[in-house]
């Protein structure tokens, strides 16, 4: 759930059961989205969880022991979990490095039967985002941060037997800004839907850590950012309009494999594997930090990463 604060509309709908109307809390980010209000400068009392070092602009360790840090959520208490203790093979054997990575000729011909060509292709040989607002001398990107909007929530309503393809809650065009303030790079619906917002090669930022005043632009275009859809609901014990239920399972398979293809593309155009992170694990020591991506399932990740590569090969 990303750091600006959530844009909310009621869009009345019918009930399926008694034809009743209920509203629904939806996030829109209508045609601007750009804060027309000031927002005071703050500052973090620490580098995070998993240690960042400001001068370095890296988290501590190696990429993959930075990922066993950064690739946690919540746990059934709702606080931050323990770093993991090992890495599903498909992630632990890559990030980090070149091994398994595709060429960009392969992965183009692929995007294209995926009709993708405009959108990913066409970018697959320009150069990723550079820490310090594109500083051509600053690091390249290397933090994939994982995302859900934590919305629509339908507080204490069920969700719906279709609430992976309902039309009412999959239309991208509620994240689509026309000042190009978009929140993410990439946003993916439940039904593997993209929209680009950013192209990777656009430094942005959308942690509160990110923005945090002490680093002035240093994290702009460091973390690369993707939002998947993730409706919600509300849960016994965590108060009255409490968002802390996911549908089960949290994510689609659909989500899973388009988040590994991102993943896949942003890696060929840094040249290695980036560290994957969970933005929960980013601001974890903020007041109101973030829960996502909640219940979200590290296994299912590696698989569909492990099966794109096998198609690519």
Not at 12 to 20: E, K, N
Not at 161 to 178: G, R, T, V
Not at 212 to 220: E, I, R, T, V
Request: hydrophobic share 40%; with cysteine; aromatic share 10%.
């Amino acid at each position: 759930m990303p750091d600006r604060g959530k844009l909310n509309c009621s869009l009345i709908v019918a009930g399926t059961c008694a034809a009743a109307l209920v509203s629904f809390a939806l996030p829109v980010f209508g045609t601007e989205c750009r804060p027309h209000h000031f927002r005071a400068p703050y500052f973090i009392k620490s580098m995070g969880v998993c240690d960042f070092d400001p001068e370095t602009l890296s988290y501590a360790g190696t990429p993959v022991q930075q990922a066993k840090c950064l690739m946690r959520g919540m746990d059934a208490s709702r606080n931050l979990a323990p770093p993991l203790d090992a890495l599903p093979p498909g992630l632990a054997r890559r990030i980090g490095k070149i091994t398994g990575l595709p060429s960009r000729e392969a992965l183009a011909r692929y995007l294209s039967t995926q009709d993708l060509e405009t959108d990913f292709a066409s970018h697959l040989w320009e150069p990723l985002s550079r820490a310090h607002d594109n500083d051509p001398n600053a690091p390249v990107a290397r933090y994939f941060v994982i995302h859900d909007t934590s919305g629509p929530n339908y507080h204490h309503r069920a969700f719906p037997d279709d609430i992976d393809a309902h039309p009412l809650f999959e239309k991208l065009a509620y994240y689509a800004c026309s000042d190009g303030w978009g929140r993410a790079h990439v946003f993916i619906n439940r039904t593997g839907e993209m929209l680009l917002a950013h192209d990777y090669s656009l430094p942005w930022r959308e942690t509160k850590f990110e923005q945090a005043a002490q680093f002035g632009k240093a994290l702009l275009g460091l973390f690369l950012h993707t939002e998947m859809v993730q409706p919600r609901r509300s849960a016994p014990g965590h108060g009255l309009r409490n968002d802390a239920r996911t549908p089960d399972p949290a994510f689609t398979t659909a989500q899973y494999d388009r988040l590994a293809l991102l993943y896949t593309i942003a890696s060929v155009r840094r040249g290695e594997w980036l560290v994957p992170a969970f933005h929960a694990a980013i601001d974890a020591e903020i007041p109101n930090g973030h829960d996502d991506p909640l219940n979200f399932d590290i296994e299912r990740f590696a698989d569909s990463l492990d099966q794109l590569i096998d198609k690519l090969e």
